[in-house]
Every structure is written in structure tokens, then in C-alpha cells.
């Protein structure tokens, strides 16, 4: 939804500059997500190798071991959606870029 608004924006500037500013807006709101969501991976990174470790260095029954396990799965599964929101956004953004430059 925030897509089609920004490009509905980008398509507008150039016929009411007045809008230039409402871009940028757009343009700092996705340079947040995109660091928001790189933050995010990376403790989600973190906790992953945590978890990892705890299997490795403590003695554990095995119903806890298949609970870290299920809790690594789920936390690997959490960081792939991540990176994969964060994959899209930097596409958008590209795109964006690419548009910007080919506009000016």
C-alpha cells in the first residue's frame, strides 16, 4: 500500500513540485524500514548462533534439545522472512534510485 502511494508521489513530482517534499518523506521512511529490518536480522543472527551454541556446550535431555531446536528452526525461519523483506525493499529502492536519476 505504501508502495503504490510512493510511486503515485514519484509520478506526480513531476508535474507539481510542491510534492517534492512529500518524496523525500517516502524516501526517509524506507531508508528506515530498510535499517529497522537489517537491525532485526542481525539479532535474529545472534540469537540463531546462541541457540546453536547452547546444543553444543550444554548437557541437555533430549525434550530440551528438541525444544532448542524447534526454537533455532523458528528463529531461522523468522530471519528468512526478514531478509526477505528486506530484500524487497531494497528493490524498491533501487528502483526508486534508478527512476530518480533517469527523471533528473
Given amino acids: 500500500m505504501m508502495i503504490e502511494r510512493f510511486k503515485a508521489v514519484r509520478d506526480s513530482v513531476k508535474e507539481n513540485s510542491l510534492l517534492a517534499g512529500v518524496l523525500e518523506d517516502y524516501k526517509k521512511y524506507y531508508q ?11 539479532a535474529l543472527m545472534l540469537l540463531r548462533d546462541y541457540l546453536e551454541s547452547m546444543e553444543q556446550a550444554i548437557d541437555l535431555s533430549d525434550a530440551q534439545m ?3 531446536k524447534h526454537e533455532r528452526t523458528e528463529t531461522i525461519n523468522k530471519l ?6 528486506m530484500e524487497r525493499l531494497l528493490d524498491e529502492t533501487e528502483s526508486r534510485q534508478r ?5 533528473y
Fill in 80 to 85: 528468512q522472512d526478514v531478509r526477505g523483506e
Fill in 99 to 103: 527512476y530518480q536519476r533517469e527523471s
Fill in 66 to 68: 528438541e525444544y532448542l
Fill in 32 to 42: 528506515d524500514l530498510i535499517e529497522s529490518k537489517r537491525a532485526q536480522a542481525e
